[in-house]
């Protein structure tokens, strides 16, 4: 098993090293800092289906929950906005939010007064409506006043430093992960999948269009590094390509050190009891059951705890491309592909999702140039046939890499079905 | 009256017009589910895929200058609902079928279906690009104004000819469904294998058979949902992949493994959407006339901003797998 590993991992080095040397030192240390991010993010649902044989499908929403929360830790402050009658505004809306809240709990409660049955339905039907009234009756003129040139255009960020806004996103995500396990978490496995992916997509629609807090599809940019930008490296006269170096160099050993504290926990919480009550519910969650183990309050814990490092690695790629565009996200590209680095990997095996986040991600990359380069030759061959060339290689071979993820998908479903690195399961002898 | 019409035309006809594309596409998912008891993602590249395989066909036709009184798009729709019909059995065979035998899990089958969906996607995106396509390049989309004048309203009642079409050639399959479900022999042993799938082996029933009619029904009905689409609004490659989960609500909502259910939660879906982004003001403008001051109605009035439109479902979801997760009409348990 761990020849196998030793040899993968080496595998996937030469792999770098051969990427390094065919497309270029700066487009490698770029793609690998990403794969740090999603290697983290890919923990994080090993976590949740791994060791909880939890089914979310929601990545999505939990990336864009931190790209959202490093952007308004990070950036610059908009003093337009705290100038004007904005802030004011907006906390009436919160307080309205919370009077809402307050107007659906007693609704809730409202058996201790004797209403029962269906007219509590009814009550809390109604207690919803006048909740949500209320809320958009606040927020809606204060969204129009943000987003007129008096209140500055939107909220802009609090000028912090970037790893508080990756903290912030980690926590932000383990909120909204805590309200969706609590309803979600009580679902069978497929109905789970379809309730996240909803809840993510309600999540996107939100960010999208809540121009105020996010900017929406205007994109925020450029959001500071918690590390040197190159261009403070050419500054100290530092030569163009070097100085991108040096400072993908820097965000990346960042990103092992966050990834290396990462992995060191999960794998201690894995081997302690705490993992083995994980993988006994997962196994059998009725024999845990019996056994005394409070099951959805476990699957809760680990889906906040996934959730987290989603939120984290989702704020550290924000962070690292410096623009934060809602529009970009889509499920293929940031849920399904997460996926197919766990099931590709090895579900379970920490080291067989960081093994399998690399690889698929370097997949992922590379399949658009090489496609190209596919294209290219046998369009220059079908041409000398007299067969013409392929029209719109360049659109053609971007699309290319979404075939190759579910070509890849499949592949390992029906040969691999454990992963590359699969789960290894201690046998008292 | 003007008010009324316009309700008409913005509400009744476009929520008809969605509710029938879910209600299409809905019924191959909870077949799919009844049967095979996994959720079959792949159901939008089967409705992407028939519905180019019908562009082909029309285009086809167009090449030959073959002219039909009807949309061509309608015309090709058997054929392509017999193509698709393959189709989906091929990617059975070739996907889901050993994975089966393998005894794997559902929720195996689920993930190999978001497999088999990526595939199909990029096969698409491969060969027609990221643009979109018309059926109507060749021939004129015909609008029927209907003149109301005689009741009152400025405004003509709006339909265009594939709409017209849609709804009855909808209502006609859902018919034929339902005879085909309760009368035929097959039918019947489908909905025994749905209800128990070892009894039903157990009394005989030729499984194997069942699987392949379910997979015939879901591809041909995913084809006409799809092309329909298309001929409604454009045709591009990620036409159904964008309203799977709105489907997918719909066969929840209406109960998984349930055939009547999923046309009530298409419907269902299809008009909660159009009425929550419908502006009310629209109607109840005459109201404005008797109201005092202080309670005249804003110029918008809506329920949810059309942005959110597609979040409708999503919400309708979550308080339904809530509520009763079982659906209206007492499907799969969760």
């Known amino acids: ?429 | 009256m003007t008010e009324l019409i316009f309700f008409t035309n913005q509400v009744v006809i476009s929520g008809l017009v969605l509710g029938c594309i879910y209600a299409l596409g809905a019924i191959g998912i909870t077949l799919v589910f009844g049967i095979l008891r996994f959720a079959h993602f792949a159901h939008s590249e089967l409705m992407t895929g028939g519905a180019f395989i019908a562009f082909l066909l029309a285009s086809l036709f167009a090449a030959w200058g073959i002219v039909t009184p009807i949309p061509t798009g309608f015309v090709v729709l058997p054929i392509a609902m017999v193509l698709a019909a393959i189709l989906a059995l091929g990617i059975d065979k070739g996907f889901y079928a050993p994975l089966r035998k393998r005894g794997a899990k559902p929720v195996t089958l689920l993930i190999a279906s978001i497999g088999v969906t990526l595939m199909i996607q990029g096969l698409i995106r491969l060969f027609f690009g990221a643009g979109s396509y018309s059926f109507f390049e060749t021939e004129p989309k015909e609008v029927f104004r209907m003149d109301m004048t005689s009741i009152g309203s400025t405004r003509p009642l709006v339909i265009t000819e594939p709409q017209v079409l849609m709804i009855v050639v909808t209502l006609v399959s859902v018919l034929a469904l339902h005879f085909f479900l309760t009368r035929s022999r097959l039918g019947k042993a489908m909905r025994a294998m749905a209800d128990n799938a070892d009894l039903a082996q157990v009394s005989g029933i030729n499984t194997a058979l069942v699987v392949r009619v379910t997979w015939i029904i879901a591809g041909a009905l995913g084809c006409m949902a799809g092309t329909m689409l298309a001929l409604d609004v454009t045709l591009k490659p990620d036409l159904a992949f964008n309203i799977i989960l709105p489907i997918f609500a719909a066969a929840i909502v209406g109960g998984l493994g349930q055939a009547y259910g999923a046309i009530a939660g298409g419907l269902l879906i299809g008009f909660a959407e159009t009425l929550a982004v419908f502006n009310w003001t629209m109607l109840l403008r005459p109201l404005n006339a008797i109201l005092p001051d202080w309670m005249q109605l804003p110029p918008t009035l809506a329920l949810v901003p059309t942005e959110y439109k597609l979040t409708v479902a999503f919400v309708i979801l979550v308080v339904t797998l809530l509520v009763r997760p079982t659906g209206i009409f007492k499907g799969a348990s969760s």
């Open chain 1, 1 to 429: 098993m761990i020849q196998r590993s030793l040899t993968l991992f080496g595998g996937l080095f030469v792999l770098i090293l051969l990427m390094g040397w065919v497309m270029g030192a700066p487009f490698t240390s770029s793609r690998l800092v990403e794969a740090a991010a999603y290697a983290l993010i890919a923990l994080g649902l090993n976590i949740q289906w791994g060791y909880g044989g939890l089914f979310n499908f929601g990545i999505m929403g939990f990336l864009m929950v931190g790209g959202a929360a490093v952007t308004f830790i990070s950036y610059p402050v908009n003093p337009v906005f705290w100038g004007s009658e904005g802030p004011a505004m907006l906390g009436r809306a919160l307080l309205a939010f919370a009077g809402g809240a307050l107007i659906v709990l007693a609704a809730r409660k409202a058996d201790r007064i004797g209403i029962t049955g269906k007219w509590k339905a009814a009550l809390t039907v109604l207690a919803w409506f006048v909740a949500y009234v209320l809320y958009r009756s606040q927020l809606d003129p204060a969204a129009a006043y943000i987003e007129s040139a008096a209140g500055g255009g939107w909220v802009g960020g609090l000028g912090g430093h970037p790893i508080l806004g990756w903290v912030f996103g980690g926590i932000l995500a383990a909120g909204i992960a805590y309200v969706v396990g609590k309803i979600c978490l009580g679902l069978r496995t497929d109905y789970l999948a379809i309730a996240t992916i909803g809840i993510s997509e309600i999540i996107r629609a939100l960010i999208k269009n809540m121009d105020w807090l996010t900017r929406g599809t205007l994109t925020v940019s450029p959001i500071p590094w918690p590390t040197p930008l190159p261009q403070d490296f050419q500054a100290g006269g530092m030569n163009i390509a070097t100085s991108l170096l040096a400072a993908r160099a820097g965000y990346l050993l960042l990103a092992l050190v966050v990834l290396g504290v990462v992995l060191w926990l999960i794998s201690r919480a894995y081997a302690g009891p705490w993992g083995r009550m994980m993988r006994a519910i997962r196994d059998n969650h009725i024999a845990a059951t019996s056994m005394g183990k409070n099951v959805t309050a476990r699957q809760l814990e680990i889906f906040v705890f996934g959730s987290v490092l989603m939120g984290i690695g989702g704020a550290m790629l924000v962070s690292f491309v410096q623009i934060f565009d809602p529009s970009s996200y889509q499920p293929i590209n940031h849920t399904f592909l997460i996926w197919v680095m766990v099931i590709v990997g090895g579900a379970g095996n920490n080291w067989g999702a960081l093994f399998g986040a690399v690889l698929l991600w370097l997949i992922w990359v590379v399949s658009e140039p090489l496609s190209k380069a596919v294209f290219e030759f046998v369009s220059t061959w079908s041409t000398q046939f007299g067969w013409g060339a392929i029209p719109e290689i360049e659109a053609r071979s971007a699309q290319m890499r979404v075939f190759v993820l579910g070509l890849v998908i499949t592949i390992a479903l029906r040969f691999a079905p454990k992963g590359l690195i699969p789960e290894v399961v201690k046998r008292e002898s």
